[in-house]
């Protein structure tokens, strides 16, 4: 996403202004609609004739839709809203585990849900990705207008290729490419944590909408990191930044992390770690059946003490970590996301502990929070590089 710089008057031209003003009257109507074109100018201080203007154009275009309102009286007053279940993105979000494959309207609201196993076979994968990309666009009605796909890996956002991802070794991957030549619609590819981060922005809590600065944690099979600074993702040379699973925060983790260090922070601190200190405490080291970090949770909440010691651990040390990006970083807030978030309430205190103890100053001033999005993260963040720029003020 381009950034807004208003300095740059000498080359803000008119269509330029008519694109912010655009974008201005089309976020009042997703963040305060139902709303009448009066409202809309009274708040933006527009004038009417050029409110009328753009809705005329944003209703041609099927983003908006006119809504009665309710009557006080007289005749009911027309008010506008965002145009709802029509499909209009496409998010694919792969996981180490599993791939979703869903479409949304324009709120991110799901209509379509598809999800599969993703296969260490990269061919296998991209086969299963096309197939259900080319039947969730019939499925629409040839509506969709963009695909978005995340990618727990790195990312080269700017050719839409997956350079690097660590858990299944596979190297640039051109989904981008691919995607584009088998269903015709444009692509954006991103990291899975700057796209979490980035839903975070767009579909979060409106505490986290109005943070300019903030550190977004994915917690997953691996731990991931997505930098907001100033309100825009920050993606660092060749979409390499925010790669803090592997910095070394100690020796003799419970489990590897993608790349085989025993080092790493996502070695302490994913989903892996807590299942492997859960295979540990619960039965002295031999794996329990059939668990995954869903049912580990599940068996916490209902207060399972091996469960509960397992996710506390494992927030010890992703507390540890997010000190170290505090104390270099100094972010307004920092989010942790994924299946984990669920768990809040039992390791909320014991995260933030962590943080307090590890820190060589007072971080007060740092908020840190669940993401209200949790496993919802990646799926909205993949819809989010699809929506996210229809509504952000671009030049
Ligand atoms: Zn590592």
């Known amino acids: 996403m381009k950034r807004l710089n208003l300095k740059k008057t000498n080359v803000v031209r008119s269509d330029t202004l008519r694109s912010i003003n655009r974008r201005i009257v089309l976020n009042y109507i997703r963040e305060s609609g139902p709303i009448s074109r009066s409202e809309i100018a009274k708040q933006t201080a527009l004038q009417r004739s050029t409110v009328s203007l753009i809705v005329n154009e944003l209703r041609k275009e099927g983003m908006i839709k006119e809504v009665y309102g309710q009557s006080s009286g007289g005749r009911p007053p027309i008010l506008l809203s965002l145009q709802t279940m029509r499909a209009v993105a496409l998010g694919i979000a792969m996981t180490t585990i599993n791939t979703t494959v869903v479409t949304s309207d324009l709120t991110g609201a799901i ?159 994913s989903e892996r770690a807590a299942l492997a200190r859960y295979a540990a405490i619960s039965t002295n080291g031999s794996k329990p059946k059939d668990i995954n970090i869903e049912k580990l949770i599940d068996l916490a909440l209902d207060g399972d003490k091996a469960a509960i010691e397992s996710i506390k651990q494992t927030a010890h040390y992703l507390g540890v970590g997010i000190a170290n990006i505090i104390q270099g970083m100094g972010p307004e807030a920092v989010i942790v996301t994924g299946a984990l978030a669920r768990a809040w309430t039992l390791i909320g205190d014991e995260l933030k502990a962590a943080v307090e103890e590890c820190l060589c100053r007072e971080y007060h001033s740092t908020l840190i929070i669940a993401s209200t999005l949790g496993k919802e993260s990646a799926i909205m963040g993949a819809l989010s590089l699809i929506l996210a720029p229809k509504f952000a003020p671009v030049v």
């Open 111 to 269: 209509i379509q849900q598809e999800e599969f196993p993703t296969d260490p076979d990269v061919d296998v994968t991209m086969g299963r990705i096309v197939d259900a990309a080319k039947r969730c666009i019939r499925h629409s009605g040839e509506t969709i207008e963009g695909i978005g796909v995340s990618v727990p890996g790195v990312v080269d956002t700017e050719k839409g290729v997956a350079l690097f991802v660590p858990h299944f070794k596979w190297r640039d991957l051109e989904i981008r490419k691919i995607l584009e030549r088998e269903t015709g619609v444009p692509v954006q590819v991103g990291n899975d944590a700057n796209s979490a981060a980035l839903a975070e922005l767009w579909f979060g809590q409106s505490e986290v909408r109005e943070v300019r600065d903030f550190i977004m944690v994915l917690v997953e099979e691996g731990v991931g990191t997505g930098i907001v600074y100033d309100g825009q993702i920050y993606e660092g040379k060749g979409g390499t930044a925010g790669e803090f699973g592997h910095m070394t925060i100690g020796q003799g983790a419970p489990v590897s992390c993608a790349t085989g260090s025993r080092e790493c922070w996502e070695a302490f601190a």
